[in-house]
Nanobody, 125 residues
């Protein structure tokens, strides 16, 4: 399974970006897909997750109302629309997926078997 994240860049505070993560290989549209981020000097943290149908999503508290996860199963691609960006959103953003993630573990890194390479988001003040 390969995950290719893209869409990062430099944006001013208050701006928007949309990240994409395309999955290929022995993956399935039924898999849960998630976004994590790692800010400079900090640990990698959960951002958002979306179930295969898109019917269930989970967000980290600080991004609720600003970030929206969605997916296009026909393209095996998940998106993260990020609005009202803040300097503290600056991080490398990683997508992840796994065949079986129970809802209570959506925010847990160890629940995900496959990871993309990351895309850098920089928000200037």
């Amino acid at each position: 399974v390969q995950l290719q994240a893209s869409g990062g860049g430099l944006v001013q505070a208050g701006g928007s970006l949309r990240l994409s993560c395309a999955a290929s290989g022995r993956t399935s549209s039924r898999w849960v897909m998630a976004w994590f981020r790692q800010a400079p000097g900090k640990e990698r943290d959960f951002v958002a997750a979306i179930t295969f149908s898109g019917g269930s999503t989970k967000y980290e508290d600080s991004v609720k109302g600003r970030f929206t996860a969605s997916r296009d199963n026909a393209k095996n691609t998940v998106y993260l629309q990020m609005n009202s960006l803040r300097p503290e959103d600056t991080a490398v953003y990683y997508c992840a997926t796994s065949a079986s993630v129970i809802l209570s573990n959506l925010a847990s890194q160890i629940a995900y078997a496959y990871w993309g390479q990351g895309t850098l988001v920089t928000v200037s003040s």
